[in-house]
């Protein structure tokens, strides 16, 4: 039951009553309160909701449902184990474009989640004396789908693309290397089955740290199972937080690994919310980016010639 409807894709609470349409809650014959709602009966009846079409929230599947039938969509899934640096990265992504920067030739142009994005971003917002805040540690409940966050992005062309990212908690990742069956893990299997393109994220922190030989192994891992059944769908390795230094050695142990068998798109990006150094460490996350819509682009077929009688035959008649 979807909220205290009796239907699945109904969320009266949050978009209004979707299949009586009815503007009093207490109309609809698919309305159920729980039980334990009994005490707050009298306020439900006399509440009054207002239809609205989104919410402004991080997406289920539902509204995934609304957008793709509209428009084409990428799918981007965010991986990496717990404290990767994952929700961090997808945060500075979104201040960078609020600032104007764009990713290769196209600009934000609209979310559907803002509220989303503002939620994440909000506390990489408030940069004292150089000393962030960092988002919290996304929460593993039992979903079986990641919160999906959208924008969409036009070129100087009008050219538009929609992207959708997955902000999933690690703890899935951690979950589907063991057993990709586990029931804890279904929410990395959707990731892993329905993304255009991948980020994996190895964490340069743990990885220069004592966990050394753990978080390399799980890096590894994750990488194994997004290399199942890749074909063509980029994969981009981030080496997150790499505002911190790492043994160039354990990284290539990493990177060689990943590599030990061809890898279409592959490439690596070495990203932090960090940019301290002048270095490029930001605006590489807008450049992961931009080489996925890349190599994603260059992905359409090219067009058979068709077989005409004579190239002045306007009709393209097989005669
Ligand atoms: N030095 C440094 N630390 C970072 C950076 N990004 C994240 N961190 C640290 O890593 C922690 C985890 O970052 P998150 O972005 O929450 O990681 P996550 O992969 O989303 O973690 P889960 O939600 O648990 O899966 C943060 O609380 C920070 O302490 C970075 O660019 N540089
Ligand atoms: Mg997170």
Redesign the pocket.
Do not use: L, Q
């Given at each position: 039951m979807a909220g205290n409807c009796l239907k699945e894709d109904c969320y009266p609470e949050e978009t209004g009553c979707n299949h009586e349409g009815c503007d009093d809650l207490s109309d609809c014959q698919f309305y159920k309160k729980e039980a334990d709602q009994s005490s707050s009966e009298e306020k439900v009846k006399d509440d009054f909701y207002v239809r609205v079409p989104w919410t402004g929230n991080t997406f289920g599947l539902q509204d995934l449902n609304f957008l793709t039938s509209t428009s084409p969509v990428i799918l981007i899934g965010v991986t990496?184990v717990?404290?990767?640096?994952?929700?961090?990265?997808l945060a500075t992504l979104y201040c960078l474009l609020r600032h104007g920067h764009k990713i290769g030739s196209y600009q934000f142009a609209g979310s559907l989640t803002l509220t989303g994005w503002e939620n994440i971003a909000w506390y990489l917002s408030w940069n004292t004396r150089n000393d962030i805040q960092?988002?919290p540690?996304?929460s593993s409940n039992a979903g079986r789908i990641p919160g999906l966050l959208h924008i969409s992005l036009r070129n100087e062309s009008g050219d538009k693309k929609d992207l959708i990212f997955t902000d999933a908690?690690?703890?899935w990742f951690g979950h589907w290397i063991v057993n990709k069956n586990d029931s804890n893990a279904a929410g990395a299997q959707w990731v892993h089955e329905y993304a255009d393109a991948f980020l994996l994220?190895a964490d340069c922190?743990t990885l220069s740290g004592t966990q050394l030989g753990k978080a390399r192994q799980q890096t590894k891992q994750v990488a194994d199972r997004l290399k199942h059944n890749l074909n063509h769908r980029p994969l981009g390795l981030v080496w997150?937080?790499s505002?911190?230094k790492l043994d160039e050695e354990v990284k290539k142990q990493i990177s060689d690994h990943i590599q030990n068998a061809p890898i279409p798109n592959y490439q690596e990006f070495e990203t932090?919310?960090?940019n301290d150094i002048s270095t490029d460490l930001q605006l590489n996350i807008l450049e992961s980016i931009d080489w996925i819509l890349t190599a994603l682009s260059g992905e359409t077929n090219e067009l058979p010639q068709v077989e005409r009688f004579a190239p002045t035959d306007l009709f393209l008649s097989k005669r």
């Open positions: 990496g717990a404290s990767a640096g994952k929700t961090t990265f960092f988002p540690h996304t908690p690690g703890e994220f922190e997150s937080k505002d911190i932090s919310v960090r």
